[in-house]
């Protein structure tokens, strides 16, 4: 432990295994927690051999590993995460200028393998930069897993490869892989590509750089799988500077000014070799935008358009592309059993594919004034009978049914002025207990932002976001929902200041009888609530799976 070593709170939150709400009530509610040493930064630093001293004394434990120490020092002596995450990655290249760093990792290796080390300070730079994984890389590995080819020393590349996710995440993926090219504009994104790769496949042919991947002269070299998850909506990006002439990244057509995906998607598919497949992720607006319409067309004129993934963990489509081929139908398709689809049509290029998941679509289809490629164009729940229908019908009913039987029965009543006591004086008194985030047992649920601000339950399914009340036997859980309720201020509008503002709503003192009489009444009320919120997303599926079934004539109309 050294006097160097310095952390966040969302540090802490990660050692302690707690929510960052938990770590901030901490700070506020203990007037022991240690002061930081820095508040220069957005994020205020403190001693990590402060916080571990005050943890012990409160009986918390933190999971600190000799890889958090090493990291928490690099970030106290290195002007940026960024910056001591390329001081790793030279130590680890033997940088003659990182001795002390090469000793200090080579000693964490001997328990962690090196490439499982050097993801964990790729993890840890990214959190204090306030960036995570970029989204739809799982998804786009998955649908490469299903279509790459099956060979030996496979060559892989991705032209956008950023600080490599993509890439390493295809490793595991695929096996046979033996060669891998990645490129980017950002020097320091490739270093860190490459060491990632390096550590990754080792012995394998490796090689990350920069470049401009859509400007440069395409390489010489063609690849097996190409794989890429390019940047989106970018306007500058050199559509003036394009290379001319026979270039085989404009077979298809010159992309238009605002399809800067288009050129991605070219660019990869000059890249394959013969039996290539490219992946590429894609807006879903590309789908059908008339500005691209004439290139949609030319790929599936010319078979180099193979399928569309409309993947809900790509956050976007999925293109499949290959070299161009006699083929008269696109597989489109949500991903579900996008595997067995695939193997479906490569087997046999004319089979037919219908499921709920997966179509295949002839081109002459696709062939009208929009080429809309979109996958949920000609996809519906195509396994939608007349069973399922009955049986949503029937639990639909079920839960009208409740809905009904939970409303209570009102009377008019008296307004009446009884003694109040504030929820902060009702917790020092130890007849309830506020905290934030989940709890044991069954109690009231607050919610600071939020259409449904009460609810009552069990406690473990609050979120961390949220606050949790526990009632002792003097305060009834569902007349302190119904309070709270009807009197917790403005709690629609800002979660800021929500735990003053639940402390400071007064509870009316009446006797506990009455308490559970009332609190029933609003128990049922909230019972009512959440059947009719059932019984609507039951509604609207009914509604979808109807549609489905009346459009595919899977489902009938008993005239």
Same mark, same amino acid.
């Given at each position: ?38 508040e220069s930064a957005r994020r205020p630093r403190f001693a990590l051999a402060d916080v571990e ?114 890439l390493t995440g295809l490793l595991r993926a695929v096996p046979g892989v033996g060669t891998v ?194 996958? !949920?164009?000609? *996809? =519906? &729940?195509?396994?939608? @009978? +007349?069973?399922?229908? #009955?049986?949503? %019908?029937? /639990? ?84 302190? !929902?119904?309070? *709270? =309720? &009807?009197?917790?201020? @403005? +709690?629609?509008?800002? #979660?800021?200041? %929500?735990? /003053? ?59």
């Amino acid at each position: 432990m050294t006097d160097d070593e310095t952390i966040t709170l969302t540090d802490l939150a990660r050692l302690a295994r707690v929510g960052r709400n938990a770590v901030s009530n901490w700070r506020r509610r203990e007037a022991d927690f240690p002061s930081p040493v820095d508040e220069s930064a957005r994020r205020p630093r403190f001693a990590l051999a402060d916080v571990e001293r005050w943890a012990a004394e409160h009986g918390r434990r933190l999971h600190v590993t000799g890889a958090d120490r090493l990291w928490f020092a690099l970030q106290h002596t290195h002007p940026s995460a960024d910056h001591a995450l390329q001081a790793v990655a030279a130590a680890l290249d033997g940088d003659g200028e990182h001795r002390a760093l090469a000793r200090r990792l080579a000693e964490l290796t001997r328990a962690t393998a090196a490439a499982e080390l050097f993801e964990f300070f790729v993890e840890r730079a990214r959190e204090a930069a306030g960036r995570g994984t970029p989204p739809g890389i799982g998804a786009i590995v998955d649908v490469a897993a299903a279509v790459a080819p099956a060979k030996e020393d496979l060559a892989v590349c991705d032209p956008a490869c950023d600080e490599g996710d993509l890439l390493t995440g295809l490793l595991r993926a695929v096996p046979g892989v033996g060669t891998v090219r990645g490129t980017d504009l950002s020097a320091a994104q490739a270093a860190v590509c490459d060491r990632r790769l390096r550590l990754a496949l080792p012995g394998g042919d490796v090689r990350a750089g920069v470049g401009d991947s859509l400007l440069d002269p395409l390489p010489r070299r063609r690849f097996d799988l190409v794989v890429c998850d390019p940047p989106f909506n970018v306007k500058d990006w050199g559509h003036d500077r394009l290379p001319a002439g026979d270039d085989p990244r404009l077979s298809y057509g010159t992309p238009p000014r605002t399809e800067p995906e288009l050129a991605w998607a070219l660019h990869c598919l000059a890249l394959l070799g013969e039996g290539g497949v490219a992946v590429v992720r894609m807006p879903a607006q590309v789908a059908h935008r008339r500005s691209g319409r004439r290139i949609r067309s030319e790929l599936l004129r010319w078979g180099a358009l193979r399928a569309v993934v409309d993947h809900p963990g790509a956050k976007a489509h999925v293109w499949v592309l290959a070299p161009r081929a006699e083929t008269a139908q696109l597989l489109v398709s949500t991903g579900g059993d996008f595997d067995t689809a695939w193997r479906t049509v490569t087997k046999d290029r004319g089979a037919a594919v219908a499921t709920a998941h997966s179509a295949t679509v002839p081109l002459m289809q696709l062939w009208d004034e929009d080429v809309d490629i979109s996958p !949920a164009v000609y *996809l =519906a &729940a195509g396994d939608t @009978d +007349a069973g399922q229908l #009955a049986q949503r %019908a029937e /639990r639909l009913g079920e839960l009208l049914a409740t809905a009904a039987d939970s409303m209570p029965r009102f009377e008019s009543g008296t307004a009446e002025s009884t003694p109040e006591a504030g929820l902060a004086d009702l917790e020092r008194d130890g007849h309830l207990t506020v905290r934030s985030g989940p709890a044991e047992g069954t109690g009231v649920i607050v919610d600071p932002v939020g259409p449904r601000t009460v609810r009552l339950g069990p406690l473990t399914a609050a979120s961390e976001a949220q606050w949790t009340i526990t009632c002792g036997e003097a305060v009834d859980p569902g007349w302190l !929902a119904a309070v *709270l =309720a &009807a009197r917790l201020p @403005d +709690a629609r509008r800002t #979660a800021t200041g %929500a735990k /003053r503002r639940l402390l400071s709503v007064k509870v009316p003192r009446i006797a506990l009888d009455e308490q559970r009489r009332r609190g029933a009444a609003f128990a049922r009320v909230l019972a009512l609530r959440d059947a009719l919120a059932g019984a609507g997303a039951e509604a609207a599926a009914l509604a979808d799976d109807t549609a489905a079934g009346l459009v595919n004539g899977t489902v009938t109309v008993d005239h």
